[in-house]
């Protein structure tokens, strides 16, 4: 091949997507598409030295809520600071279409209860250009955006859609309000949604305490939705729900029958329970029963903990239910800062905190035994010697006060981690038992959402950096599979997430010795000036989509060549 190419990678170890050993090749590429793989002897109009890299798919991650922030953002960040070149968005039944302009506010309420995205900032964000699912998607593809990115069907929009205030008042869908989701499902799957999503989770609320609409939708209504996607003939079905109580097995059933009657793939999360620590097995034994039996299901799961970081400019800090901080909260830092700095007022805040177990939230936020010293680089497996709770029986100190000390570090700055699911044995094994089962995907880092309490869309430099390079555990090009090809086919795109002549050129070159992470930080960049964590990456060398560098060593170049991907898309030949 001598033609002119418009890139080649040279000389980086080529994990091709599949799984198999790192080869050393060159990549050549020319209108958006990988042309050669091996020695290129023609001649890039760009070119990226890869010696002592590592050549990889671009990143696709199934599970984001960039809803909001895709209509008023060209980036995608952080997600594509971490490798993703494709993020699909709309998961757990909340988004933003089909909406009526009278139902608006009721959808902004539930994205900021559910997923904690300022509504002073959707509400400033959102231009409304659209009522059905359809016009949604037209008008996010009007504008340029950094990597590429689909949308699925929201229940929770849907319903309310369909049935007004009926919907939230958590009314049963009546056979007409069915036969219409069904409808309206379908014209969704045909306009170019990735799927259907539902939540059945008792913690998703809007802003005001109300559950989410979908929270008791009938069997009879999930299964008129399911069938609306198998009439258009594509699209995958996403679930969260709670697996509480003692009929794990029949909701699991339920999922079971939808993906029967449908022949849709479903996905749903899975994490361990520090209340049930043992619970995910069975629901993986029941995954791998009904994929034995020819159905398509799998568990969504995350690479480590999840959980929340408590500090002074998040939405959480370990005072928040004392009178004493309350008064402070609104100031800005600096002030809030040097106040709690006062001995009188330091007093009060570990006085009051010992009272805090009176309520939920202060309860949870007095478990000392399981809030961890985070630090930066932040330390996602502490082990139970970090708690602040073992931090201060060997320092003779009271926990309240070492907790204090950790967040007014660095000016205020200091974070406190706090996993609620995934650490319950203060280790990360389960994490990677779940990992290596054959019927999970990766998911769950919900990027773009939780923008004052979690900063999980650094899940993918996680995967190689902890699994790969820190415990050796699994192998690297594995480790990436399970990243790129196994979630690009968990949602029906086959024309990616694989390093192969005709596939689509979203590439990482990636520095595994550089490979990391810094801790999340808090940016006010928001629409309205809202407030989001942001988590910063080491190690990306250069991050290609369609054939153009969006990064060169984690800067961006400017590029926009990131597009809606509409349905399903097939392998090239």
């Known amino acids: 091949m001598t033609k002119s190419l418009d890139l080649v990678i040279r000389g980086g170890a080529i994990a091709d997507g599949l799984g198999a050993a790192l080869v050393e090749a060159d990549v050549a590429i020319t209108d958006g598409r990988i042309v050669q793989i091996g020695k290129v002897e023609g001649t890039g109009r760009e070119e990226i030295d890869a010696r002592d890299c590592i050549v990889a798919p671009g990143f696709v991650d199934i599970h984001t809520h960039y809803d909001g922030q895709a209509v008023w953002d060209q980036c995608f960040a952080p997600s594509s600071w971490h490798g993703v070149t494709t993020a699909v968005m709309g998961n757990c039944g909340v988004g933003f279409a089909p909406v009526r302009p009278q139902d608006r506010e009721r959808l902004i309420e539930l994205m900021e209860g559910v997923e904690d995205i300022p509504g002073v900032a959707l509400h400033e964000g959102l231009d409304w250009a659209w009522e059905s699912f359809a016009d949604y998607l037209d008008a996010l593809e009007r504008k340029p955006h950094d990597i590429d990115y689909g949308a699925q069907l929201p229940h929770a929009a849907l319903r309310v859609y369909v049935m007004g205030e009926r919907a939230s008042r958590l009314e049963m869908a009546t056979a007409a309000d069915r036969a219409e989701m069904r409808r309206l499902a379908a014209d969704a799957m045909r306009a170019g949604a990735i799927g259907f999503s539902t939540s059945r989770s008792i913690n998703h609320k809007s802003v005001k305490g109300t559950p989410t609409p979908t929270l008791k939708a009938a069997e009879e209504e999930l299964m008129a939705i399911a069938m609306g996607v198998k009439d258009a003939g594509s699209g995958v079905l996403q679930m969260i729900t709670d697996f509480d109580g003692e009929d794990v097995d029949g909701e699991f059933q339920l999922m079971r029958r939808l993906v029967e009657a449908s022949g849709r793939p479903l996905s749903f999360s899975l994490m361990q329970k520090h209340k049930n620590p043992r619970g995910w097995t069975r629901i993986l034994e029941l995954t791998q029963q009904a994929n034995s039996e020819g159905l398509r299901m799998v568990a969504q799961v995350a690479p480590r903990g999840v959980g929340v970081l408590l500090g002074l400019q998040g939405s959480r800090n370990v005072f928040s239910e004392c009178p004493s901080y309350q008064v402070l909260a609104e100031l800005p830092l600096e002030r ?113 959402a939780h923008v004052g309490l979690i900063s999980d869309s650094s899940f993918q430099t996680f995967m190689l950096s902890h699994w790969g390079n820190a415990t050796g555990r699994f192998d690297l090009s594995w480790l990436i599979k399970r990243q790129t090809s196994d979630t690009a086919r968990a949602v029906g795109l086959y024309d990616r997430g694989v390093i192969a002549p005709g596939m689509k050129a979203d590439i990482n070159v990636i520095d595994p010795d550089a490979l990391g992470m810094a801790a999340p930080h808090m940016q006010f960049d928001l629409p309205a000036g809202g407030r989001r964590l942001l988590q910063r990456a080491n190690g990306y060398v250069a991050t290609v989509v369609s054939g153009t560098p969006i990064y060169r060593a984690g800067e961006p170049s400017g590029a926009l060549p990131g597009r809606l991907v509409r349905g399903p898309q097939r392998a090239p030949g």
């Open 336 to 448: 809030r800062v040097a106040l709690m700095r006062e001995p009188g007022r330091r007093a009060a805040l570990l006085r009051e905190i010992q009272d805090n177990a009176t309520t939920p939230l202060g309860e949870r936020l007095v478990e000392f035994e399981n809030i961890f010293a985070f630090g930066n680089p932040p330390n996602y497996d502490p082990g139970p010697e970090s708690s602040v709770a073992a931090i201060a029986a060997r320092e003779g100190r009271a926990p309240g006060e070492v907790a204090y000390e950790l967040m007014m570090a660095d000016g205020g700055h200091g974070m406190l981690y706090s996993p609620f699911a995934n650490y319950a044995d203060r280790s990360l094994e389960a994490c990677g038992d779940m990992i290596a089962d054959p019927n999970t995907v990766i998911g769950l880092g919900d990027g773009g």
